[in-house]
């Protein structure tokens, strides 16, 4: 019941910096797990980030920890992740997913809101 609106997305060069948020309505994000998945174009959907829904642990991708961050303000319903030192291999759609109770998940199956998606495209 739970709706989810990405936003923040665009293009940059290499070594730039993003941040996405994820605004939710309709529920209360802090009854939520959340996680940010990527759609490389024609593959499968893989995560990036997960965080519990009181924001006390989180678990990054390989590829993007050290990177990224993924933080959230349950007061404003608004879920964020922080791209730093971009890379062309992290273009990508990329989404935010909602999972009911606590714990948080890799699995996108486990997901049971998302967002629309936005672009993130990396240039050299």
């Known amino acids: 019941q739970v709706q989810l609106v990405e936003s923040g997305g665009g293009s940059v060069q290499a070594g730039g910096s993003l941040r996405l948020s994820c605004a939710a309505s309709?529920?209360?994000?802090?009854?939520?797990?959340m996680a940010w998945f990527r759609q490389f174009s024609g593959e499968a959907r893989t995560f990036v980030a997960i965080?519990?829904?009181?924001?006390?642990?989180?678990y990054y991708s390989d590829s993007v920890r050290d990177r990224f961050t993924i933080t959230r303000d349950n007061s404003k319903n608004i879920l964020y992740l922080q791209m730093n030192n971009l890379q062309p291999e992290d273009t990508a759609v990329y989404y935010c997913?909602?999972?009911?109770?606590?714990?948080?998940?890799?699995?996108?199956?486990?997901?049971?809101?998302w967002g629309q998606g936005t672009q993130v495209t990396v240039s050299t």
């Open positions: 997913a909602a999972k009911t109770g606590a714990f948080a998940s890799v699995a996108a199956s486990s997901h049971d809101f």
């Open positions: 309709g529920g209360t994000m802090s009854s939520y797990a």
């Open positions: 965080i519990n829904a009181s924001g006390t642990t989180t």
